[in-house]
Every structure is written in C-alpha cells, then in structure tokens.
C-alpha cells in the first residue's frame, strides 16, 4: 500500500472497527512526527543517534511505517523483529519507556483524532510493556515487579 491507500475491507481493533481516517499517510505523519522528537530529545536522542547513522535514517522511518501498518491497518508489510536491536542497548530502563510513551503520546495527540490517538496509544503501551519485560528478563532480572505503564500515569 501507498499513499492514502486501504483495502475496502473493514478492520476490527478491539472489538470495533477501524476508523476510516486512519490511513497510510496518517501513520506516515505519526512516524515522522515522532521520530522528529525522539531525535531532538535529550534523554533519548542521543541512543537513536548512536545506533542509527544519519543515512539510515530514511529506511528506519519506512520500517517504522511499515510496523506501525502492519500492527493497526493489519497489512503484511513488516516482517521484522523489533525486539532485538531494543536487547542491546545497555542502561535501557523505565526512564526511557516512561519517555518514549510521553513524546509517542504528544505526537499521536497533535496528529490524530481522539478515537485513532487512543488506539495507538493503546498498542504503545502493550509494546512498551512486552520490550520491558523483555529486557529484564534478556538481563536476567525478575519481571515479576513489572507492573505495565497507564496512560494516566505518564
């Protein structure tokens, strides 16, 4: 898919369907948009910067775009494992979880409707929640003190 293409089949999130406003481009605005903040922010910036030389930025953002179709628009477009270059990073802790939720949360705010925010939101914080655990268990870590992080919380 491209553009503001999306099948004319109706996808059910949730229990509800999809909105139709949600569209490639919008998740296109919402990757950008993020990792436009994500790039300037103090405590995470220089993690990406170190890790994503500034020629690889463009197909990092595509493979973002293609997560993020594949996970809400239910496309066959990613095909990675967003996992583990996350296991690497050593230090990576609720800090910068807690941060990545706040900039996703603004963007997603500034760029969409309340229903679609929410709905990216929502499958935020299950990732955030998924890669924490992850990470402590990866380390060696007890996960049982995981408690996820809420929205209200941020």
Not at 11 to 38: K, P
Request: proline share 5%; net charge positive; charged share 25%.
């Amino acid at each position: 898919m491209s553009g503001n293409s999306r099948s004319n089949r109706t996808i059910i999130v949730d229990g509800a369907a999809l909105s139709e406003v949600l569209d490639e481009t919008m998740i296109r605005s919402v990757v950008h948009g993020f990792y436009d903040e994500i790039r300037r922010d103090e405590l995470l910036g220089p993690i990406f910067h170190q890790r994503i030389a500034h020629a690889e930025w463009p197909a990092h953002l595509a493979k973002m775009c293609d997560f993020w179709s594949a996970t809400l628009l239910r496309t066959a477009r990613y095909g990675g494992r967003p996992l583990p270059p996350h296991l690497t990073i050593e230090g990576l802790g609720e800090a910068h979880f807690r941060r990545w939720l706040k900039l996703f949360r603004a963007t997603v705010r500034r760029i969409c409707p309340p229903d679609v925010a929410a709905l990216f939101m929502n499958r935020a914080l299950r990732i955030a929640h998924s890669f924490r655990l992850a990470v402590a268990f990866n380390r060696g870590e007890t996960t049982t003190d995981i408690e996820p992080i809420v929205e209200k919380e941020l």
